[in-house]
């Protein structure tokens, strides 16, 4: 009589064990940068949603609103999350997205001297303010904020109007 074995030998749990491997070798970079895409959506629907919040509440209360970095003097940076606020009194705190970067410019142009040469400007912002009629405030004529994860970037834009659009 012969004897029946439950269970598997070495060379199946072996080549099991191979295959396994072979398809996480495979599987694991596709994850890597799935990741990376998801944090960079999140950290811009984030930032997204703070600034239509802001511009909601400059519009239903009448008053200017600001959306400013979090920090102080030189450690004031968008990467440490932001604050919404009404006058002093802060509305909600942001708390910074992690594995995003996040920087903020505006942009003017003008015309220089005699010759009417139009030259532009980037310079770097730690606030903007929406005024109670959602547009926004003097002297923002517009913000571009940039969101980084990895090598990948998405850009937010607010135009004077106070209304966003990611590129």
């Keep these: 009589m012969f004897k029946k074995n439950n269970g598997f030998t070495l060379i199946e749990l072996l080549v099991t064990v191979t295959v396994l491997g072979i398809i996480l070798a495979i599987a694991v970079p596709s994850f890597d940068a799935m990741i990376r895409n998801y944090r960079l959506q999140?950290?811009?629907?984030?930032?997204?949603?703070?600034?239509?919040?802001?511009?909601?509440?400059?519009?239903?209360?009448?008053?200017?609103?600001?959306?400013?970095?979090?920090?102080?003097?030189?450690?004031?940076s968008w990467n440490n999350g932001?604050?919404?606020s009404r006058?002093?009194?802060e509305v909600r705190v942001f708390e910074e997205v992690?594995?995003?970067?996040?920087?903020?410019?505006?942009?003017?142009?003008?015309?220089?001297?005699?010759s009417g040469t139009p030259s532009?400007?980037?310079?770097?912002?730690?606030?903007?303010?929406?005024?109670?009629?959602?547009?926004l405030s003097a002297p923002n004529t517009g913000a571009a904020f940039t969101v980084t994860v990895g090598?990948?970037?998405r850009t937010v834009?607010?135009?004077?109007?106070g209304q966003t659009r990611v590129r």
């Design 42 to 76: 999140s950290a811009t629907s984030q930032l997204v949603d703070s600034i239509n919040l802001a511009r909601n509440t400059a519009l239903s209360s009448n008053q200017v609103i600001t959306i400013e970095a979090s920090g102080t003097g030189t450690d004031q």
């Design 82 to 84: 932001w604050v919404i």
């Design 87 to 89: 006058g002093t009194e």
């Design 98 to 114: 992690a594995g995003a970067t996040v920087n903020a410019t505006t942009t003017t142009t003008s015309t220089s001297g005699t």
């Design 120 to 135: 532009t400007t980037t310079t770097n912002i730690t606030e903007i303010a929406f005024a109670g009629n959602g547009r």
């Design 151 to 153: 090598t990948e970037n």
């Design 157 to 161: 834009n607010v135009n004077l109007s």
